[in-house]
């Protein structure tokens, strides 16, 4: 008898766990229809069709209200009158290689504070790619009215069915040490980058090279001259990410020479003095304080690389950075404190340029938030924060740069891929909602930019909430963190949605922490809400689309998993 009530009480223990667990699996979307659409998307040949899926993918990444829309892009930064020849992209890329600070041989400027990684197939940050492209370069390039140009490669065949793509290197290509590099460089890089030992945040970007993610399709020919790389589906972007840093070459001697490599794939590149391709290499950093990039005399345009030294003060407190550029010792700046853009939006100095992406609010779907709530209860809760979000105001008083409030994930601007914008209302597809913007214009979306107490308080009724009059009753309270990195705007920006989920009685606290412990635990799961933004690698949806993959590494929400 005994046995037989020690058995039931197992059996008992163990049905709990199954039930807690499917309690707690409850709130979380069935991500198999969105992974199995992305891999159409990525596999058709047929272009009305692919933008169809796109839609359809969108539609479902918006339902789920994990993500929150608040801005479309766009760039800030300073330099100085005499600093002359950076110049960025639409994908918020920057290129120093080719500056100018007049009778100076250094530029001493300021991007973040201390990067993520710097193993160009590791990174998955603005600034990284930044520093990337500083030290090392690919297949293809942009130049400055950001259009690809060649840049290892001289040029590139494609075949008739646009499956191959055979790349011809540049003669002469040395890395930085003096050893040669050549194709077999960037067939070891890529396959590296690729497989899922490496864990590179973007190694989906290669699953359209037939063999992703072990056997890759890419073979350089034996005396490194050329590189042949063959697709499953003809990709009209592929020249972008021959671009991008995730594709960018690295040293195999090099990576496979530092201690616990394989445990640690970017293990080489921790310290300065790591052997890099591009116009420079770094040779200082002070970790938490200071980056020196020295000029590279191994770069193979090194007789157009004019500045000896680029330095970069490392630091996210935006007010002592702006100290820093007012007293002369930073040229170029990357931020201002969010109470002097006014006062500087007319200064010859103040740039302000265009970027394809989004600034939004990131929902962990695991959080303990929704614990015992359904999908749609956990959906409509989040949709109901969304509704009380002001971007105007957001826009006004932090922004200040003219952003567009957002109402969908894709940006405004961003093309179809075939042959039209995606964010416009057409005869094969019509948004939920087309919402008018404070200057008259129209903007197709998901929701109107109106802030809708009622439209919050009827979608948390939906959830499960109760409400005395326009608060949240005692009996049914909502308390989350809200996380962030330590910079002004993003802390402003917090501190305007706390304010604002607060008039129905939401209690929003903030963490702040440095850059890449933000990076870090965000892309652990490590948060209830997190503010997060996405600038587009290249000009197509399927780029913010592919991110959500239950195997993607920027997929922050933790859809899937």
Same mark, same amino acid.
């Given at each position: 008898?005994?046995?037989?009530?020690?058995?039931?009480?197992?059996?008992?223990?163990?049905?709990?766990?199954?039930?807690?667990?499917?309690?707690? %699996?409850?709130?979380?979307?069935?991500?198999?229809?969105?992974?199995?659409?992305?891999?159409?998307?990525?596999?058709?040949?047929?272009?009305?069709?692919?933008?169809?899926?796109?839609?359809?993918? %969108?539609?479902?990444?918006?339902?789920?209200?994990?993500?929150?829309?608040?801005?479309?892009?766009?760039?800030?930064?300073?330099?100085?009158?005499?600093?002359?020849?950076?110049?960025?992209?639409?994908?918020?890329?920057?290129?120093?290689?080719?500056?100018?600070?007049?009778?100076?041989?250094?530029?001493?400027?300021?991007?973040?504070?201390?990067?993520?990684?710097? *193993?160009?197939?590791?990174?998955?940050?603005?600034?990284?790619?930044?520093? &990337?492209?500083?030290?090392?370069?690919?297949?293809?390039?942009?130049?400055?009215?950001?259009?690809?140009?060649?840049?290892?490669?001289?040029?590139?065949?494609?075949?008739?069915?646009?499956?191959?793509?055979?790349?011809?290197?540049?003669?002469?290509?040395?890395?930085?040490?003096?050893?040669?590099?050549?194709?077999?460089?960037?067939?070891?890089?890529?396959?590296?980058?690729?497989?899922?030992?490496?864990?590179?945040?973007?190694?989906?970007?290669?699953?359209? #090279?037939?063999?992703?993610?072990?056997? $890759?399709? @890419?073979?350089?020919?034996?005396?490194?001259?050329?590189?042949?790389?063959?697709?499953?589906?003809?990709?009209?972007?592929?020249?972008?990410? &021959?671009?991008?840093?995730?594709?960018?070459? @690295?040293?195999?001697?090099?990576?496979?020479?530092?201690?616990?490599?394989?445990?640690?794939?970017?293990?080489?590149?921790?310290?300065?003095?790591?052997?890099?391709?591009?116009?420079?290499?770094?040779?200082?950093?002070?970790?938490? %304080?200071?980056?020196?990039?020295?000029?590279?005399?191994?770069?193979?345009?090194?007789?157009?690389?004019?500045?000896?030294?680029?330095?970069?003060?490392?630091?996210?407190?935006?007010?002592?950075?702006?100290?820093?550029?007012?007293?002369?010792?930073?040229?170029?700046?990357?931020?201002?404190?969010?109470?002097?853009?006014?006062? $500087?939006?007319?200064?010859?100095?103040?740039?302000?340029?265009?970027?394809?992406?989004?600034?939004?609010?990131?929902?962990?779907?695991?959080?303990?938030?929704?614990?015992?709530?359904?999908?749609?209860?956990?959906?409509?809760?989040?949709?109901?924060?969304?509704?009380?979000?002001?971007?105007?105001?957001? #826009?006004?008083?932090?922004?200040?740069?003219?952003?567009?409030?957002?109402?969908?994930? #894709?940006?405004?601007?961003?093309? *179809?891929?075939?042959?039209?914008?995606?964010?416009?209302?057409?005869?094969?597809?019509?948004?939920?909602?087309?919402?008018?913007?404070?200057?008259?214009?129209?903007?197709?979306?998901?929701?109107?930019?109106?802030?809708?107490?009622?439209?919050? #308080?009827?979608?948390?009724?939906?959830?499960?909430?109760?409400?005395?009059?326009?608060? $949240?009753?005692?009996?049914?309270?909502?308390?989350?963190?809200?996380?962030?990195?330590?910079?002004?705007?993003?802390?402003?920006?917090?501190?305007?949605?706390?304010?604002? $989920?607060?008039?129905?009685?939401?209690?929003?606290?903030?963490?702040?922490?440095?850059?890449?412990?933000?990076?870090?635990?965000?892309?652990?799961?490590?948060?209830?809400?997190?503010?997060?933004?996405?600038?587009?690698?290249?000009?197509?949806?399927?780029?913010?689309?592919?991110?959500?993959?239950?195997?993607?590494?920027?997929?922050?929400?933790?859809?899937?998993?």
């Amino acid at each position: 008898m005994k046995k037989l009530l020690a058995a039931l009480l197992a059996m008992m223990m163990i049905l709990a766990c199954v039930v807690s667990a499917m309690a707690d %699996e409850g709130s979380e979307p069935d991500w198999t229809e969105y992974d199995a659409l992305i891999a159409e998307i990525k596999s058709t040949t047929d272009f009305a069709e692919r933008e169809a899926k796109m839609h359809q993918a %969108e539609d479902i990444l918006m339902d789920t209200g994990a993500i929150v829309p608040i801005y479309y892009y766009n760039d800030l930064y300073m330099q100085k009158p005499e600093v002359e020849g950076i110049y960025s992209n639409a994908y918020a890329t920057k290129f120093f290689m080719y500056a100018t600070n007049g009778d100076s041989d250094t530029l001493n400027l300021n991007l973040s504070s201390e990067p993520d990684k710097l *193993d160009p197939a590791l990174n998955s940050s603005v600034d990284g790619a930044c520093l &990337a492209v500083t030290a090392f370069g690919g297949l293809y390039t942009y130049d400055s009215n950001g259009e690809l140009t060649p840049n290892y490669a001289t040029g590139v065949e494609v075949s008739e069915d646009g499956l191959t793509y055979t790349f011809t290197m540049r003669e002469g290509l040395k890395w930085s040490d003096g050893s040669d590099l050549t194709a077999k460089d960037f067939e070891y890089s890529w396959k590296r980058a690729a497989a899922p030992a490496t864990a590179a945040d973007y190694s989906y970007m290669y699953d359209g #090279i037939k063999g992703y993610p072990e056997d $890759l399709a @890419v073979t350089a020919s034996e005396d490194g001259a050329t590189l042949t790389v063959e697709l499953n589906a003809p990709c009209a972007y592929f020249l972008d990410l &021959a671009a991008f840093p995730a594709f960018f070459a @690295v040293p195999q001697q090099s990576v496979e020479a530092a201690d616990g490599w394989e445990e640690n794939p970017g293990a080489w590149a921790l310290e300065a003095g790591f052997v890099t391709s591009g116009a420079y290499t770094l040779t200082e950093w002070t970790h938490n %304080e200071s980056m020196v990039y020295t000029k590279n005399p191994n770069y193979w345009d090194a007789e157009n690389v004019k500045l000896e030294k680029l330095v970069f003060m490392l630091s996210a407190d935006d007010t002592a950075i702006y100290a820093a550029y007012q007293a002369g010792d930073l040229d170029f700046i990357d931020t201002v404190p969010t109470d002097e853009i006014q006062n $500087l939006k007319d200064s010859p100095e103040f740039y302000i340029v265009d970027e394809l992406g989004t600034y939004y609010v990131a929902f962990n779907i695991k959080s303990d938030l929704f614990a015992g709530k359904t999908v749609e209860q956990a959906a409509a809760m989040r949709k109901a924060f969304s509704k009380l979000i002001d971007r105007d105001y957001i #826009i006004e008083t932090v922004g200040q740069t003219e952003q567009k409030p957002a109402n969908a994930f #894709i940006p405004e601007g961003m093309m *179809d891929g075939n042959g039209g914008v995606f964010k416009e209302n057409d005869d094969a597809y019509t948004y939920p909602v087309t919402a008018e913007l404070e200057d008259g214009s129209e903007s197709a979306g998901y929701y109107d930019y109106e802030v809708d107490v009622e439209g919050a #308080i009827e979608l948390l009724k939906e959830a499960g909430f109760e409400f005395d009059g326009d608060m $949240l009753s005692d009996s049914t309270p909502i308390s989350f963190e809200y996380l962030t990195n330590e910079t002004s705007g993003h802390i402003a920006i917090a501190e305007c949605i706390q304010q604002d $989920l607060a008039a129905v009685g939401i209690n929003m606290t903030i963490r702040t922490c440095d850059w890449n412990v933000f990076l870090n635990d965000r892309k652990a799961g490590n948060y209830d809400v997190a503010r997060n933004g996405w600038i587009a690698d290249f000009n197509d949806p399927i780029n913010m689309l592919e991110m959500w993959t239950t195997d993607s590494g920027n997929n922050d929400v933790q859809f899937g998993r």
